[in-house]
């Protein structure tokens, strides 16, 4: 029996590297209102983590979607347990619910993930696929930014660990002190700081693994959107024919298909020894003096995405059309589907309103 824990705080709390961390508002509210997603990929009797007074709405998902997964206090069956993420704080949650701890990952491995889910893994895998161009730069110099933003006007500051756009900001949207003293807090709080070029953006799209603790396997593709500072808006909801057809309108699939192999293998490399579950590769479709071009990796996500969720949700639905996957917030419209009860004004919606 699995135990299942939507902890979307987690690239937050990787950044804080503590035990007892505390998301701020905004990310609390979207772990309540997310607590019940797991029953999307949930096999017969698992285990959900989430608050007892959510029983009924549990049922009723399970009613209308013919979900699995239940919420119980039920602990000494348990044999694996699976958060969104990984961190200390995650299997604080886990030992608290009353998860035996001797199935849980210890500090040190825990560790090892949060050093794999450093922003400078991308330059790692940049450099296994014999990528050169436009290769982030890792710095623990805050000048070193200033003189990237001026050789390449547009750049983008990353800190370390971050998650749904948070952390990242626009080098030019400041004046050089303010840009500075913005690095320098960084590299106080996380040690280091990325900074790459900016892009002339066409489209946002990710590869999706998992690991099975041994290898690397390639499952499937997500197309996603951001807003303007990149935070995560929502993704696509279809099946993997038409991501593909949608891609194809601006790359050729082969390319993609032999980057993705590479990076199959370089993720087995990298990751497979020190951690069993999904992952996802963000890559991004830009322009580049005319043409269009893959940048194979924009960053790596060491847990569950949103893309294997709109994956699993097109699988348990069947869906025929293409639909779009987003958190709402305080959102009166009727016509969207309501993937998860509302909690705290937020919910899941499924809508036929496409990118």
Known sequence: MNIHLFNPENDLAL?????????????????????LLPMWWAEEDDIILAPTEMSDEARNLSERFGLKGCISDITHNISDAHPWGWSLDAKRQFINFGVDESILP????????????????SIEILKRI??????????????????I??????CYVKSPWSGSGRGVFCAGSLNEDALLRRAEGIIHRQGSVIIERGLDKILDFAALFHSDGKEVSFRGLSIFSTEARGMYNGNIVSHQKDLEKRLSDFIDLRNLRSIVEQETDVLTELVASTYNGWL???????????KFKIMPCVEMNLRMTMGVVAMKIQERLGLKTPHFMSWRHNDPHTTTISLLPPVAGFRLTLSPTML
């Not at 996802?280 to 005319?290: K, L, T």
């Open 15 to 35: 950044a804080a590297g503590c035990r007892q961390y505390t998301p701020p508002p905004n990310a609390r509210a979207i772990h309540k209102a997310g607590a």
């Open 106 to 121: 210890t500090d040190c491995h825990i560790e090892r993930m949060r050093q794999l889910g450093h922003r400078r893994i």
């Open 130 to 147: 014999d990528t050169v161009d436009h290769l982030p730069v890792e710095t623990t110099n805050a000048i070193d930014i200033v003189r």
């Open 149 to 154: 933003e001026r050789q390449y006007p547009g």
């Open 280 to 290: 996802g590769i963000d890559m991004m479709i830009h322009r580049e003096n005319g």
